[in-house]
């Protein structure tokens, strides 16, 4: 994609000493001081004037710039002048010399289309007030009667990438952090919340990439300036009200209970509550009128998060209907976890909006959204490595992987083996060499692991997962299950239970491999000390060699083992080892029931290791995660289907687990 980027600067005299905005073009041609050499130039008139501008429909007279502003706020309702306005502002910016320039570069990139032809990105750099309060988004091309900011293969956005302007350029491991925040008052009519809370989470449950997200209704300033810097969010939704009270501008967090007075973040306190962590991407839907005194309210919000360093920032300049918003942000964030950079995201939740039978081009709700760039869109949320469609596809039809594919629940614990076994920037405090999942059976431990260290195994990370014996039909000695650690599983994911690679272990094979065919190895190690702990000096050497490149994770689930080799033996020799990090970059993850960790792991073992307690989930937890996995398996959510989920919630008498969600998903199936 190629980039283009026509600045509007201030007012100032032109040759014959007229007042105008002088405005110019500049290209991207790779060479670092491309922002120094327009292209083109023209000038806009002070008071917006253009030959043979449209006739408005209405008042049957030639559209007047100076007024489109707030004819623009004030027209809810269906209407033939939005493209009318379209089409002239499409004429007041491209004016020739400009737009010759504009459809030559497009000619040279039409498009972009991937292993076929690059596309053409526009950026509006608009510096008077006057200008910015434009509605740009609704320009319409003269020829083809295209609308431009439609076009998610040639996309428009605002923005700046001055060398003044610039922020770092940072890349964050999977998955996305999204923090969408509920800033209104429960049922508020006026905001109707819960439809795009909904929308949202349904593009991040059928995202093909590792999403992790948590909603937060009405927090206190504290809790959510809490909240930011533990959870790191990359995207930032707000939902709610933007107010100006007394000269102070602010988002308001209503208060949880009824009767107590709601908080206030000012936007001056926006960039000072920032400083510990930036979002990547804040989304701010928080106009909820269409007077100019919310219009530049809401611009004052979302530039006080584009002053705090936040590189992309989307607002509203309207209050959107509630189904548009719904449509709208669903559309948007699926456009995103599909690997559309922000701007051509934005043009299909744009399109989608405008294909709403009650929207079509008739309405403005298409154009009151707003991105503000001050990166490139690819650079927004550069997440590694690279998830490309072979690795999506390989995922896909992974036979482990696709029995977890509905997991739902448990995003604490999850969150916890993504970081606690394996160490990425800005999380070294979550950090911890071991981890031990501890539950009753059948609470599903197995799926929890699994589906955490698909987040792992999609960070490049080498994955070791043996199920000693789901059965415990056979007991394991310690050699034996060094042995599965090596071997893999033939029979389950190549991405998780890979045979580790056989030339570190050369070595060790050397050695011993004529005692490894010997009918009871374990017991000849057991009996002779020093050659035992030659044996796993040689074997823990070989791991530390295959964990060089990436971090090595083990797992090690149904513990059907020989209790007493397994602690005076593999604990100390390896186990052991491992959590204190003695064997570098090799991690571990234990998965025992409540009465193996009681009764039979060595307390030494349990103090080195982050604890993961999976629990039984409350009653009022089985409608959300009802919902959740029934939209995983395709199953509308219907007035049938919701009827089905609040029957079986009503026959909940204590604790479930999840065997409840999946007798459910059979039966609708």
Not at 428 to 454: H, M, P, R, W, Y
Request: aromatic content about 8%.
């Amino acid at each position: 994609m190629k980039t283009l980027v026509i600045k509007m600067n201030n007012l100032s005299p032109d040759a014959a000493g007229a007042m105008v905005y002088p405005v110019q073009l500049f290209f991207d041609d790779g060479k670092a001081d491309w922002l120094t050499r327009p292209l083109a130039e023209i000038n806009i008139p002070e008071d917006l004037s253009i030959p043979n501008p449209p006739i408005d429909p209405i008042t049957k007279q030639p559209v007047d710039g100076r007024q489109i502003r707030n004819a623009f706020l004030g027209e809810k309702g269906k209407s033939t002048l939005f493209v009318e306005w379209g089409r002239y502002l499409h004429q007041l910016l491209f004016q020739d010399p400009l737009a010759q320039e504009w459809d030559r570069l497009h000619e040279l990139y039409p498009k972009e289309e991937t292993d076929k032809s690059e596309g053409l990105r526009t950026i509006l750099d608009i510096k008077p007030e006057t200008l910015r309060w434009l509605p740009w988004e609704l320009i319409v091309h003269e020829q083809t009667q295209m609308t431009r900011f439609f076009d998610s293969a040639n996309p428009f956005s605002r923005g700046t990438l001055d060398d003044n302007n610039k922020l770092p350029v940072t890349s964050f491991f999977w998955p996305v952090h999204v923090l969408i925040v509920v800033g209104s008052k429960e049922n508020d009519p006026a905001v109707n919340a819960q439809p795009e809370v909904d929308a949202i989470e349904r593009a991040f449950i059928k995202s093909p990439v590792p999403v992790d997200w948590y909603v937060v209704y009405r927090p206190t300033k504290a809790e959510l300036i809490d909240l930011i810097e533990k959870f790191k969010p990359q995207i930032f939704h707000f939902i709610g009200h933007g107010i100006k009270a007394n000269d102070d501008l602010f988002l308001e967090l209503a208060a949880k209970k009824a009767g107590v007075a709601a908080e206030e973040w000012m936007v001056g306190d926006i960039p000072i509550d920032l400083q510990n962590w930036k979002p990547r991407f804040a989304f701010i839907n928080a106009c909820r009128s269409s007077s100019l005194a919310d219009q530049e309210n809401s611009w004052d919000i979302a530039r006080a998060f584009s002053s705090a360093g936040v590189p992309a920032v989307l607002g509203m300049q309207g209050d959107i209907r509630g189904d548009a918003a719904a449509e709208f942000s669903r559309k948007l964030y699926e456009s995103i976890v599909s690997s559309l950079p922000i701007d051509r995201a934005l043009a299909e939740a744009r399109k989608a909006v405008k294909n709403l039978k009650e929207i079509t081009l008739k309405r403005r709700d298409w154009a009151l959204a707003t991105l503000y760039l001050q990166q490139l869109p690819e650079q927004i949320l550069n997440m590694k490595p690279q998830i490309d469609r072979t690795t999506q596809a390989k995922y896909k039809v992974d036979t482990t992987l696709k029995e977890i594919h509905d997991f739902v629940g448990r995003v604490t614990q999850r969150r916890k083996i993504w970081h606690g076994v394996d160490q990425i920037t800005d999380r070294d405090d979550e950090f911890s060499n071991a981890c031990i999942v501890v539950g009753t059976e059948k609470i599903g431990k197995t799926a929890l692991v699994q589906a955490s260290l698909k987040v792992c195994a999609l960070r490049k990370r080498r994955i070791s997962y043996v199920d000693i014996d789901v059965t415990y039909q056979n007991t394991r000695d310690f050699v034996e299950v060094l042995k599965l650690i090596r071997q893999g599983d033939p029979k389950s994911s190549d991405i998780m239970c890979a045979p580790l690679p056989v030339a570190p272990f050369a070595e060790f094979d050397n050695k011993y491999a004529a005692l490894l065919a010997k009918s009871d190895p374990d017991k000849i190690l057991a009996g002779d000390s020093n050659l035992c702990e030659q044996f796993f000096n040689s074997y823990n050497a070989a791991l530390v060699a295959i964990a060089a490149d990436e971090p090595l994770i083990i797992v090690l689930d149904h513990l059907s083992v020989e209790w007493e080799q397994f602690k005076s033996i593999l604990v100390p020799r390896l186990l052991l080892p491992i959590a204190q990090n003695a064997l570098l970059n090799c991690r571990l993850v234990l998965v025992c029931t409540a009465t193996e960790f009681d009764k039979q792991l060595p307390t030494e073992l349990k103090d080195a290791s982050r604890i993961i307690d999976v629990a039984a989930w409350a009653p009022k937890k089985f409608t959300p995660l009802a919902r959740q996995i029934c939209l995983y398996n395709d199953i509308e959510l219907d007035e049938d289907v919701e009827a089905i989920i609040e029957s079986n919630y009503n026959r909940l008498k204590a604790d479930w687990g999840p065997l409840k969600l999946r007798h459910m998903v059979n039966l609708l199936k």
